[in-house]
Nanobody
Framework: QVQLVESGGGLVQSGGSLRLSCLAS?????MGWYRQAPGKQRELVAR???????NYADSVKGRFTVSRDNAKNTVYLQMSSLNAEDTAVYYC???????????WGQGTQVTVSS
């Protein structure tokens, strides 16, 4: 069982930036981030596979960048131009395939103040 530990959440002003990190206890093919805002369903934010291919939610394209360091079993989410709609709990995930979500982190709160 792979464990995921997120870090980097917090409070930021609208227009600001924040970087999330997620350390995995082992290597995982696909990694990325979901988020869940109050009263809303969990949604995919960004995914990156071992070779570096990525995909993003339309709402974050051009503002967020997902990256990974395979040697460190770590995935990052660089978030810029944050707005109130980005406020959510962000969950790191890992998948054994490009489409699966087999492992989850505990979540980290991101709050954007207007």
């Amino acid at each position: 069982q792979v464990q995921l530990v997120e870090s980097g959440g917090g409070l930021v002003q609208s227009g600001g930036s924040l970087r999330l990190s997620c350390l995995a206890s082992g290597s995982i093919y696909a990694m990325g981030w979901y988020r869940q805002a109050p009263g809303k369903q969990r949604e995919l934010v960004a995914r990156i596979v071992w070779g570096g291919n990525t995909n993003y939610a339309d709402s974050v394209k051009g503002r967020f960048t997902v990256s990974r360091d395979n040697a460190k079993n770590t995935v990052y989410l660089q978030m810029s131009s944050l707005n109130a709609e980005d406020t959510a709990v962000y969950y790191c995930f890992g998948g054994r395939t490009s489409a699966s979500t087999d492992y989850w982190g505990q979540g980290t709160q991101v709050t954007v103040s207007s």
